[in-house]
């Protein structure tokens, strides 16, 4: 349920399946002091499920999307779809955060309105790095 007045902290939802980046992701947002509630889900259809309910004022929207494009159930792409259709998620940033490096991906994303594409650093000081562009994407929330 919506609640009037402003939140503590920014609230992420983090659509990933896959445990290890999972594992990284919170380590990255940790090491650049984001404070936030994060929110995981690991299938596009519950991603999907989600939006719907935010949509329907069941859920809290979230301050910012980071997405898998290979989810089971439904594609990472059907789910940035799913946003930007959205009434309250559709102005959301979303951060594809993908293993792949395909121009199809990447220009798909952008079709959709991805807000930024990064791939997956395979370096953990790179991977760790990324908490500084999510914590930029924050925006307000970051200061």
Not at 16 to 39: F, G, K, M, T
Not at 52 to 74: E, F, Q, S, T, Y
Request: with cysteine.
């Amino acid at each position: 349920m919506q609640v009037d007045g402003p939140r503590k902290a920014p609230c992420i939802l983090l659509i990933e399946d896959n445990p290890a980046d999972v594992h990284l992701v919170r380590e990255a947002l940790q090491e650049n002091a984001v404070r936030c509630e994060l929110i995981l889900i690991t299938n596009g259809e519950r991603a999907t499920e989600f939006i719907d309910a935010c949509d329907a004022g069941d859920a809290c929207g979230p301050d910012l999307v980071i997405l898998d494009l290979n989810l089971p159930r439904k594609s990472g792409l059907y789910v940035l779809g799913r946003i930007r259709a959205s009434q309250k998620c559709n102005q959301v940033p979303v951060v594809i955060l993908s293993s792949s490096d395909s121009q199809k991906d990447k220009s798909d994303a952008a079709i959709l309105g991805a807000s930024l594409y990064l791939r997956k650093p395979s370096r953990l000081a790179e991977f760790l790095q990324l908490g500084s562009v999510f914590k930029e994407m924050l925006g307000d929330w970051s200061h």
